[in-house]
């Protein structure tokens, strides 16, 4: 039976909806599929009431991607500890969580992006473009205070994080990570190389380097 709460069965559409394209592929998901999924009557059009169609549906959920993205964007940035080592850890948990949260959404876009070339063009800047140069900017801050020393904050930023988002993207595509490693380890050990390629001061550097 359908559930009568609007702002639930709106939720549901859009959570069925997306699982479904990501499951089946967008073209062999129909709208009638999608009805079904949330305990509606195929035939009924009552997805009509909540969205205009299963573009419309796809539309939302990239949207609303971008705004949990820049959300977390805001709030990692505000979090950040001052420890150039603590806020790379911070950084990659919280791209990794960011990822795993969208899987099927990213999962569609890595599959259906020919389909449909704008809107995912808008996931890409808004979320992993983004990402590139909000992590070169921090990398800049850093060189700046010192705690890093590194020639190119753009370029390093690059290597960084594409080094990190291919290990979720790739078990999200293929089901393997790279070397089929233990995420606890690829962490580690990506946030240590992150520490040398950046040349990151030790405290005690730091320390003398401030003291009269």
């Known amino acids: 039976m359908a559930r009568t709460t609007p702002g639930v069965t709106r939720e549901r559409i859009l959570e069925e909806a997306v699982r479904l394209f990501a499951t089946s592929g967008y073209d062999a998901t129909s709208v009638a599929d999608i009805q079904v999924a949330c305990g509606l009557t195929a035939g ?48 990659a948990s919280t791209v ?15 599959r259906e992006f020919t389909g449909f070339p704008e809107l995912f063009e808008q996931m890409w800047q808004g979320v992993i473009a983004s990402l590139y140069r909000e992590c070169a900017q921090w990398i800049s801050v850093q060189r700046e205070l010192g705690t890093v020393e590194v020639a190119d904050p753009e370029a390093t930023a690059t290597v960084l994080i594409s080094s990190l988002t291919y290990y979720p993207l790739l078990r999200i595509l293929i089901g393997h990570a ?24 030790d405290a005690d550097d730091l320390g003398s380097r401030v003291r009269p």
């Open 44 to 91: 009924s059009g009552a997805l009509y009431k909540h969205f205009p169609s299963k573009r419309a549906l796809l539309e939302t959920a990239v949207r609303r991607n971008l705004e949990t993205m820049a959300q977390k964007n805001r709030e990692t940035v505000a979090q950040a500890p001052s420890d150039p080592r603590e806020a790379l850890r911070l950084m």
């Open 96 to 110: 990794w969580s960011v990822i795993d949260g969208d899987r099927d959404l990213i999962r569609i876009m890595l």
């Open 178 to 201: 790279p070397g089929d490693l233990d995420p606890d380890l690829f962490l580690s050990t990506w946030v240590d190389q992150a520490t040398r390629a950046l040349n990151v001061r």
